[in-house]
T-cell receptor
Framework: DGGITQSPKYLFRKEGQNVTLSCEQNLNHDAMYWYRQDPGQGLRLIYYSQIVNDFQKGDIAEGYSVSREKKESFPLTVTSAQKNPTAFYLC??????????????FGQGTRLTVV | KNQVEQSPQSLIILEGKNCTLQCNYTVSPFSNLRWYKQDTGRGPVSLTIMTFSENTKSNGRYTATLDADTKQSSLHITASQLSDSASYICVVSVLTSGTYKYIFGTGTRLKVLA
């Protein structure tokens, strides 16, 4: 089946640790995105990538890092510098540019909790 | 500032009833507007997408309307079912520095009761 897969579904992190969230897609989409969702707020863009080996900071990139070594994969690392990492993280992909008749496909999300 | 506001914040209706959710946006330049359904703990799933020139788009019991002049959209759900219980998110696409970005509303949480 074509789609976008995030793993793990639940993740627990101790304070001071880095953790990496996985996002894989087999839709042949060039563009991939990472969002953070907090209660009562809209999705906020962390990082996005329009093409392999290139990515751009979103609105809340501090404390996060990404890589885009393969078209299919866009992992997100939550570093110890992120002061409030507990949230629901969503990965998305879409066809490149001109999204007039396209849509963003979302993964099922990863819920990260700092313990 | 590009913003998307949705109302109401939450809504409770009885099964079989209709309801309408609202979305107002101040996004420019506007590219398209989408409505997503998000079940609790899951990723959003697209319901409809409309460009500037489209006024209405249907997907089964879901009908979205768009008034680009007043920058308003609505999502009408007909004959609601228990499975409609979810958050509904309005998303507007904007062209910024040659790249399309998505501006998300905070969503309307719908609860359908038997």
């Amino acid at each position: 089946d074509g789609g976008i897969t995030q793993s793990p579904k639940y993740l627990f992190r101790k304070e001071g640790q880095n953790v990496t969230l996985s996002c894989e897609q087999n839709l042949n989409h060039d563009a991939m995105y990472w969002y953070r969702q907090d209660p009562g707020q809209g999705l906020r863009l962390i990082y996005y990538s329009q093409i392999v080996n290139d990515f751009q900071k979103g609105d809340i990139a501090e404390g996060y890092s990404v890589s885009r070594e393969k078209k299919e994969s866009f992992p997100l690392t939550v570093t110890s510098a992120q002061k409030n990492p507990t949230a629901f993280y969503l990965c998305a992909s879409s066809t490149p540019r001109g999204p007039t008749n396209t849509e963003a496909f979302f993964g099922q999300g990863t819920r990260l909790t700092v313990v | 500032k590009n913003q998307v506001e949705q109302s109401p914040q939450s809504l409770i209706i009885l099964e079989g009833k209709n309801c309408t959710l609202q979305c107002n946006y101040t996004v420019s330049p506007f590219s398209n507007l989408r409505w997503y359904k998000q079940d609790t703990g899951r990723g959003p799933v697209s319901l409809t997408i409309m460009t500037f020139s489209e006024n209405t788009k249907s997907n089964g019991r879901y009908t979205a309307t768009l008034d680009a002049d007043t920058k308003q959209s609505s999502l009408h759900i007909t004959a609601s079912q228990l499975s409609d219980s979810a958050s509904y998110i309005c998303v507007v696409s904007v062209l910024t520095s040659g790249t399309y970005k998505y501006i998300f509303g905070t969503g309307t949480r719908l609860k359908v009761l038997a």
